[in-house]
């Protein structure tokens, strides 16, 4: 068994929040061959989208081995103190811990893991997003592996043709829930349309009885109880024979689907898949970028990546994407682009209630609703 873990956090933004600096991806990445050459890791590459630095990996150690997650916690405090030396924005943003204990459960890096016996050829897409929120991948992943207008193979291939079982989180009560579709499509679209609360966390074949997908769901608000920037998750998706194939995993970004992220975590804009030259959101703050990193792993190895969305077939959906932007951007602070009140990630609200309270009066009588 081989295991795929990126594992990925903000610590530090180059310049604001739009970048990672070129020293920490460098020291990420020798960190990264050392650990190889050490034996921790079969492979591994440093790669980034916006301000946040993605470690992928691949190892025997399995998901939330000890040895793997505090390598990565070592090497995040490494790029921290490169951050502090460059004064550069919000250095150490993403570690909301002083101390590593067991795992990085709850102590701000994200991590997205998966566990499989590699086949005979093993394409998989590493995606990484800034700007946004986890649930930002529930809409794709309906897509791949439940629409057959994005998904061809659902209908053609006998090996999808029973379709995918979707393990979905409830982020606000810590519960979960596998859904098995097709027979469950509206059920579940009911939840996971609610991209703020529920989230997919994993897509298992329910032919081949492989898993396919793994998200990261950390919830860095939910951790800190306050805000200290977006989660910028990840993804790992497996791709062809008798999972989606690359093309058809790729489709549902050629569409701007608007997720919750942009300028302060805190309004509604479109996502934009981009070549990793272009992944640096700064337009305020966004709009949210994706980029996708095509590997084959053989024998362990990690080859590749390949830039996916380095490709005119997307060009379209980037000029959409502006378009959408500049549609939502004249709301200025009106929803829907502004989040609603619950989803702020942060608020004037509580004190503004505060200090206006006094100021409130009854509504004229003419205009109350007479009472039933
Ligand atoms: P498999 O070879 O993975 O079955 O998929 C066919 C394909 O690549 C179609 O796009
Ligand atoms: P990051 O989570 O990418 O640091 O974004 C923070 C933010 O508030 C951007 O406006
Ligand atoms: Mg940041
Ligand atoms: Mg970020
Ligand atoms: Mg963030
Ligand atoms: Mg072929
Ligand atoms: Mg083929």
């Given at each position: 068994m081989v295991t795929l873990s990126i594992i990925k956090a903000d610590t530090g933004g180059f310049v604001g929040h739009s970048a990672v600096h070129p020293d920490m991806m460098s020291a990420a990445q020798d960190a990264l061959s050392t650990a190889v050459g050490d034996r921790l890791l079969l492979d591994g590459k440093a790669a980034s989208c916006g301000d946040d630095l993605s470690l992928i990996m691949t190892h025997e150690h399995g998901a939330d081995a000890e040895e793997v997650h505090s390598f990565a916690w070592d090497v995040f405090l490494q790029t921290t103190e490169i951050a502090k030396r460059l004064g550069l924005y919000g250095a150490g943003q993403d570690l909301l811990s002083d101390a590593f204990s067991g795992?990085?459960?709850?102590?701000?890096p994200g991590y997205a893991e998966l566990e499989f016996t590699e086949r005979p050829s093993e394409p998989v897409v590493c995606f990484l997003a800034d700007k946004t929120e986890p649930g930002a991948w529930n809409l794709p992943l309906y897509k791949m592996f439940a629409d057959p207008f994005n998904t061809a193979g659902l209908v053609i291939d006998a090996k999808m043709h029973a379709g995918f079982q979707f393990e979905v989180y409830d982020l606000y009560e810590e519960k979960r829930i596998w859904f098995d579709c097709p027979r469950e499509l509206y059920e579940m679209l009911m939840f996971i349309g609610a991209p703020a609360r529920y989230v997919i966390h994993s897509v298992e074949s329910k032919t081949l009885h492989e898993q396919a997908v793994a998200t990261s769901t950390q919830r860095l608000s939910l951790i800190a109880g306050k805000y200290v920037g977006k989660d910028d998750p990840v993804m790992i998706v497996r791709c062809q024979s008798g999972l989606p194939a690359l093309g058809e995993v790729l489709e549902p970004f050629a569409f701007a689907y608007t997720a919750g992220g942009c300028m302060r975590g805190s309004h509604h804009a479109p996502m934009m898949p981009v070549s990793v030259a272009d992944a640096h959101p700064a337009r305020f703050d966004g709009p949210p970028r994706v980029v996708a990193l095509g590997f084959q792993i053989h024998e362990g190895k990690l080859i590749g990546p390949r830039d996916l969305f380095d490709d005119p077939s997307f060009d379209r959906v980037r000029a959409q994407t502006n378009e959408v932007m500049d549609y939502l951007r004249r709301h200025g602070p009106f929803e829907p682009h502004r989040l609603p009140l619950e989803d702020?990630?942060?608020?004037?609200m509580a004190e503004l209630e505060k200090r206006l309270a006094e100021r409130w009066q009854a509504m004229p009588e003419a205009a109350v609703p007479a009472p039933r």
């Open positions: 795992n990085l459960r709850g102590m701000g702020l990630e942060y608020t004037t």
